[in-house]
């Protein structure tokens, strides 16, 4: 019974919580380029104010074009949906490992990628392109990464992963490491954050993930906005329940855990976000074509981290 | 009496080993001349740290030594007098390279592999510890080489000898510390070969006005 109050609890954080993130993030970078900044609470008055706009749809649109935001949004929100924050009590935590994860997020870029192209403008082809460009490169590192840690904690639920390290099964581990390295640089290519894309730039030739979207407006736009937002807050959320889990309430623990562990989160979140505002202000934008060699550097990496396992298990 | 290093001291050991790993393949990503000497600098730091671990974990005072003259000389003198060169040069742009990044990359992490084969038969009766430090050294060692074959520049193939010369060291503090004349005399001739290779660097230039080594091979007569 807890397990679905839980369930339902996390999944209204995550939607909930994801604008303030984004906002932080802002604010944090702001600060750091010496300019006061909007109030972190800004990103929630930005989806109010497009939510009461009319939807403007092109001529030329068809009805994927209006499907698209709800599927993108609803695929982004069930994937921060099986990903535990602060308890790993949920409903849907046995049944989600990072496979589904992976497939989840890749419905949500599918249809991203397919609306960017239904009206037919040439920004939307060269967002969506250059998108599935970075996607097949960042996939398989990703999934290279869920390979490389199940073999190490025997399971790919990110539940289980986490408890598994909560147990003192990974230490300080090459292997470990290694796949952080990569996640972290797939989180950054999957968000459309510097250096790989610039979410706050509409200059044509660098733009990836705004091209797409820009024929979008009124509440499509808010949805679409929203998942990005959740996008960045799932990904934070899956780096801390796999590689920071401490304070994630186990189901075998009282419901007070959950509380702590919720405080913990919320420490997390505002850490990550504070350290991705630094990362991204210390950093250059790169060239579209070096994306390539950043993200075959994750693989290499995920794919360096199960080579690794090799060695320190074959003993 | 042998002193037993504990669980924890194990894992940071490994850690920092794959750290100078990780600068090996940063090297190998760079692609101006500055930051494949920041990179080179920075695997010396992590080589200085990790000798001076091992140093504490294996209680082995010299090893501290061996420590400080990485982190003097490879993690200071040369990449500063190197880069001093690269500017006096005017080559401070651009590398070239024989094999895209991309492809040089994947060729390293295959390295990686096989020196992982090659070292897991040979140490059997080895401990974790030592085997890992030993697979990471040689695969160090293997980059270093794959940055010589794959760059054209005479800099960035100094670079590569270098980066090959701070595998052995690893492997070197790795397995029970080497005497520390030899890693004195060693750390001595590194720097009379960076030298040597700065009175060369200056000479190839002179004769063929440029620091492409492809032109080298077309006046021994290698090439048509």
Excluded: C
Aim: glycine share 8%.
């Amino acid at each position: 019974m807890s397990a679905i109050v839980w369930q339902l609890l996390h999944a209204l954080l995550m939607v909930g919580l994801a604008p303030l993130v984004t906002g932080i993030v802002r604010l944090a970078k702001s600060r750091l380029q010496g300019r006061r900044g909007p109030s972190p609470l800004q990103p929630y008055r930005d989806l109010y104010r497009l939510l009461q706009k009319e939807a403007i749809v092109a001529d030329s649109a068809s009805w994927l074009f209006r499907v698209a935001p709800y599927l993108i949004f609803t695929a982004t929100w069930t994937g921060a949906a099986i990903v535990p924050a602060f308890t790993s009590d949920m409903t849907l935590v046995p049944a989600a490992d990072l496979i589904a994860l992976v497939a989840m997020l890749g419905v949500a870029r599918f249809f991203t990628a397919l609306a960017g192209m239904d009206v037919g403008t040439a920004f939307g082809g060269i967002g969506s392109s250059r998108e599935m460009m970075i996607a097949s490169l960042a996939e398989p590192a990703m999934l290279m990464m869920t390979f490389s840690l199940s073999l190490l904690a025997g399971t790919t639920a990110p539940a289980g992963i986490g408890a598994f390290v909560l147990k003192g099964g990974i230490h300080l581990d090459v292997s470990a490491g290694l796949a952080l390295l990569s996640l972290l640089m797939v989180a950054i290519a999957e968000n459309g954050r510097i250096p790989v894309d610039n979410p706050s730039t509409h200059l044509e030739l660098t733009m990836v993930h705004e091209a797409m979207v820009l024929e979008y407006s009124g509440r499509h736009l808010a949805l679409i906005e929203a998942a990005g937002m959740v996008r960045l807050l799932l990904y934070m959320t899956l780096i801390a329940s796999i590689f920071a889990p401490w304070g994630i309430a186990q189901p075998d623990e009282p419901a007070v855990f959950a509380v702590t562990g919720l405080l913990l989160f919320l420490v997390k979140v505002v850490l990550m976000a504070v350290a991705l505002a630094v990362f991204e202000t210390s950093i250059a934008k790169m060239r579209v074509f070096r994306v390539a060699d950043f993200l075959g550097g994750a693989l290499l990496l995920a794919l360096l981290a199960t080579i690794f396992i090799y060695v320190s298990e074959a003993v | 009496m042998t002193y037993e290093p504990l669980a924890y001291e194990f894992d940071v050991a490994h850690m920092i080993d794959a750290m100078v790993l990780m600068f090996g393949f940063q090297l190998l990503y760079q692609r101006r001349m500055q930051s494949v000497l920041r990179s080179f600098a920075l695997q010396a730091v992590a080589l200085a740290a990790a000798a001076a671990w091992q140093a504490h974990v294996q209680r082995a005072p010299h090893l501290y030594a061996t420590a400080a003259i990485a982190l003097v000389f490879k993690g200071m003198i040369v990449p500063f007098a190197l880069n001093w060169l690269v500017v006096k040069l005017g080559i401070h742009r651009n590398v070239e390279t024989a094999l895209g990044i991309g492809p040089s990359m994947i060729v390293g992490v295959a390295l990686v592999a096989l020196s992982i084969l090659l070292v897991l038969p040979v140490t059997g009766k080895a401990t974790a510890l030592t085997r890992e430090s030993l697979a990471l050294a040689m695969s160090v060692i293997l980059l270093g080489m794959l940055m010589m074959i794959t760059r054209h520049n005479a800099v960035t193939q100094v670079v590569g000898f270098m980066a090959l010369e701070n595998g052995l060291i690893l492997a070197a503090v790795g397995a029970k510390g080497m005497p520390l004349v030899v890693e004195i005399s060693i750390a001595f001739s590194v720097l009379v070969a960076m030298i040597l290779f700065g009175i060369f660097f200056f000479q190839i230039r002179e004769r063929f006005d440029s620091l492409d080594l492809r032109y080298l091979e077309y006046y021994r007569g290698d090439r048509q």
